[in-house]
């Protein structure tokens, strides 16, 4: 087992923590908040002072922050310490640009980094079920498969360094265009007189199957058991969504790519968030989406 380095430690970066030191790594954990350092000691980690202390003498150093700048910051901070025999993994949500540049960086020291993004929540960060899209070198993906192996259920390398970030973006503005597309046409047949249940049995089998539709059905009390269910708590927050498809749109005005549907979610999951609902999970869209057509 190896010495890892986790910087990061709330929500997400917590559980997947955890879930290295529980697969018996030595796990050195840092993060600016103290509450998320001594749970992280709970969960069988060692917390340490800094970002340079947590990188230094690691096989692996794995970061879950908020945004670029964070990553940027952390790896400006820590990276003097770091060996050229340490693979680097940030598996924040970030944009693509700073990804390619933080790994840029990293290599012209002689150190290897992958971007690996991850899908899924909370819930699948403590689980340990995570998927993970990586961006790096082959030689880098296959170093940091193991790690990631031991946080996931599923880890993909999606291309060169960049790529788990871009694969990350464009399947989060799928969903959120997918996610008001289901709301949108559930408010519609719930006013055309259609039973919600009905509805999802036909549509769940028919052409407007999605994941939005089968596995995280917005409307409560239909379909498996999702955050609808839980008055909208608990699952992927709007303010999260909205993050996402803003650094898509950021992404596709780079790429010059036209993409109307993600514009459009954009717009609406701002309306959400404004409306102070951006701690409520993405589903609960559907309420605005029915407020607004009464
Ligand atoms: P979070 O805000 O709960 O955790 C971020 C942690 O980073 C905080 O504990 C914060 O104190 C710490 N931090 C910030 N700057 C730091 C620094 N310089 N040094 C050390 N620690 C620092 O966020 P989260 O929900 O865990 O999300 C983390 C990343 O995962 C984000 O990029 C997010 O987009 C992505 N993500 C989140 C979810 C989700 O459901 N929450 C799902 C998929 C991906």
Not at 16 to 23: H, S, T
Not at 235 to 251: C, E, H, P, T, V
Request: hydrophobic residues 50%; negative net charge.
């Amino acid at each position: 087992m190896a010495r890892v380095g986790f910087i990061g430690l709330g929500n997400m970066g917590g559980g997947m923590a955890a879930n290295l030191a529980k697969a018996g790594h030595d796990v050195r954990a840092f993060d600016l908040s103290a509450d998320a350092l001594a749970r992280a000691q709970a969960a069988g980690c060692l917390p340490v002072d800094s970002a340079a202390a947590a990188a230094d003498g690691a096989e692996a150093v794995v970061t879950m922050l908020p945004a670029g700048a964070h990553v940027e910051q952390v790896y400006a901070d820590s990276l003097g310490g770091v060996a050229a025999s340490t693979i680097l993994i940030d598996c924040s949500t970030i944009d693509v640009t700073t990804a390619r540049r933080v790994a840029d960086n990293a290599a012209t020291r002689g150190i290897a980094a992958v971007d690996a993004p991850v899908s899924g929540g909370i819930a699948a960060a403590n689980a340990g079920t995570l998927t993970f899209m990586v961006g790096g070198s082959a030689e880098a993906f296959e170093r940091a498969r193991p790690f990631l192996e031991d946080m996931g259920k599923a880890v993909i390398h999606a291309g060169a360094s960049g790529a788990g970030q871009a694969a990350k973006l464009c399947n989060n503005l799928i969903l959120g265009s997918t996610m008001i597309a289901t709301c949108e046409a559930f408010v519609l047949a719930q006013r055309l007189g259609l039973d919600a249940q009905t509805f999802f049995d036909i549509a769940s089998k028919a052409t407007a199957q999605s994941w939005s539709m089968t596995s995280y059905c917005p409307v409560p009390g239909v379909g498996p058991e999702s955050p609808a269910d839980r008055d909208y708590q608990g699952g992927f927050a709007g303010a999260l969504m909205l993050k996402d498809l803003k650094l898509a749109m950021a992404a596709a005005a780079d790429a010059h790519a036209d993409v109307p549907m993600g514009t459009r979610a954009t717009e609406l999951y701002t309306a959400f968030t404004e409306a102070g609902r951006g701690g409520e999970d993405f589903s609960g869209i559907i309420r605005m989406l029915a407020d607004a057509a009464r």
